[in-house]
């Protein structure tokens, strides 16, 4: 078949027959009208194709449910159920020493570190923006003096034998304070400015660490005065651990990705563990002895097994985590994360995130007072400290409420809040969650489809329901005739359009 077209736009076609042309026809047909139409029933069928239900409706259904939970999986906010991991029972504003009830109130900015004095029962908080700190007594839970050092500080510490706090004091300096009276009674010159220090109670020492020093000094707290330095090859700017259980000091390099053992023994470092990125304040876990390491940049926990000094395992854990603390009464460790709003609680058995409990805004450090059983948490970004309990006889429990609909009568179908899935043949399915924000995920039904998919709620003294809106996805059959249906619309498609491209080929020539 030969297309011709004359200057008038008029189009003929004729078929060729063993070379010899016979003229069946001739059509008057504007070759320009017919472009349009068949570019038109072109464009008509690939927009068919597109919107058909096998492209995309039950597959872009299991993307989601995969997105949502790799999410959960690096993301651990509010990602698990918890019903004794604790809660805020009070809040203290520190500005103006005003406690109240649960977790509420913003007053200003400014604590940041925080120390505990387990023989009176006081807890010391630096504050960010000044060189005052804050003393807390842990009986009353409120602030019982403000005391100003010559200079900012970073941290506090305590030796429980001579009953001095110690805390760094300008450039070149540490501060010694009668714990006491509270006042500073002297200072110790120091290499660089102190930026982390812990006690040693086998030797009685006490190690400062530097951010502009690669050597940790060793101080006699018997007389507080320096008698060497140990040299760890690089710059730490981290804090510093004592480890009960084999003796050894653990060295957080924060500018780096790397956790320096060091042996007070012979004064000298041992091992450089390789941790994820930019490591906190580790906490000690008296149970099984493992030492929980906050990877800031990665918002997740290194575990590191310290009879063999190796990272066993990573835990995810909220944004920026800066801080961890271990409670000896339930055993888990708290972790404090910068860059949210809540406490990451993790089980040292299952090395499992286990509770988030909502706090105060950019909570910085968290300590544990033995004598209330209470732990502390600085605020930094609110100027609170949020008071938890971990008491499970005070902590409400509050339904949340799943309703389906759509669904056929006795069809199975489950709702996962993380590691905790609830399936029913009802149209009902119901938690019982403390206070706090949590993520969901409703679980595929086949044959049926919900834009619920995935979701989030907050609890917050009342009962939560959420309803779920099921609809019949296409069946197997349905779904063969309409990718029959669309794919012939397609091929006549595709040959009407090289038709066009041959005529214009044809008229260009």
């Known amino acids: 078949m030969v297309f011709l077209m004359d200057d008038r736009n008029v189009l003929y076609f004729e078929i060729g027959i063993e070379r010899r042309t016979i003229m069946l026809g001739k059509v008057r047909i504007n070759a320009k009208f017919l472009i349009k139409i068949i570019a038109a029933f072109v464009s008509a069928a690939f927009i068919l194709v597109l919107l058909s239900p096998c492209v995309g409706v039950i597959h872009t259904n299991n993307i989601q449910g995969t997105s949502f939970i790799d999410q959960l999986k690096s993301n651990s906010v509010n990602s698990s159920l918890s019903y004794n ?92 304070i009668n714990a006491t009276t509270n006042h500073v009674i002297s200072d110790v010159l120091t290499k660089n400015n102190p930026f982390s220090g812990t006690f040693d109670p086998l030797n009685g020492n006490i190690y400062l660490s530097y951010c502009s020093s690669s050597v940790v000094t060793v101080m006699n707290a018997s007389t507080n005065r320096i008698t060497g330095n140990i040299d760890v090859g690089q710059y730490c700017c ?99 994360n910068a860059g949210s709003n809540y406490v990451s609680v993790i089980n040292g058995s299952t090395n499992a995130v286990v509770g988030n409990i909502e706090v105060g ?83 595929p039904v086949s044959g049926y489809v919900t834009s619920n998919t995935s979701g989030s709620f907050r609890i917050n003294g009342v009962t939560v329901k959420e309803i779920m809106n099921y609809n019949e996805t296409f069946s197997t059959e349905t779904l063969k005739f309409l990718s029959n249906y669309y794919g012939s619309i397609l091929a006549i498609a595709i040959i009407l359009f090289i038709i066009t491209a041959a005529v214009v080929f044809k008229r260009r020539r």
């Not at 504050?127 to 900012?152: A, E, M, Q």
């Not at 502390?376 to 400290?385: E, I, K, Q, W």
């Not at 938890?388 to 799943?402: E, R, Y």
């Not at 389906?404 to 996962?416: A, C, D, I, K, Q």
């Open 85 to 176: 991991s604790g809660y805020v029972k009070y809040t203290l504003l520190l500005y103006n020493n005003t406690l109240i009830s649960g977790n509420k109130g913003s007053l200003g900015e400014g604590p940041r570190q925080e120390f505990l004095d387990p023989l009176n029962n006081h807890i010391y908080i630096d504050n960010f923006h000044g060189r005052c700190y804050w003393i807390v007594n842990g009986s009353s839970n409120t602030v019982i003096s403000d005391c100003c050092l010559p200079s900012f500080s970073h941290f506090f510490m305590v030796d429980p034998i001579n009953r001095y706090i110690y805390s760094d004091c300008g450039y070149t300096s540490l501060a010694i």
């Open 238 to 336: 981290g804090s510093i651990m004592f480890d009960r259980f084999n003796g050894n000091l653990y060295l957080s390099n924060s500018i780096g990705e790397k956790i320096l053992v060091i042996n007070p023994s012979a004064n000298n470092s041992i091992r450089s563990i390789h941790v994820l990125a930019s490591p906190g304040q580790a906490a000690l876990d008296g149970i099984n002895g493992d030492i929980y390491v906050p990877d800031f940049f990665c918002d997740k926990v290194s575990v590191i097994n310290g009879s063999t000094n190796t990272v066993i395992g990573n835990v995810d854990a909220g944004k920026r985590p800066i801080d961890a603390c271990f409670d000896p009464l339930n055993g888990l460790i708290y972790v404090a």
């Open 361 to 443: 805004s950019t909570d910085s450090s968290v300590v544990f007072d033995p004598s209330n059983g209470y732990l502390y948490v600085a605020n930094c970004g609110s100027g609170t400290l949020s008071v938890l309990s971990t008491d499970k006889n005070a902590i409400t429990p509050f339904p949340v409420i799943f309703s389906e609909t759509g669904l056929p009568h006795g069809t199975e179908w489950s709702v996962t809040i993380c590691n905790k899935t609830e399936s029913s043949p009802l149209n009902t399915i119901t938690f019982s969650l403390q206070n706090g924000s949590y993520f969901f995920l409703t679980n």
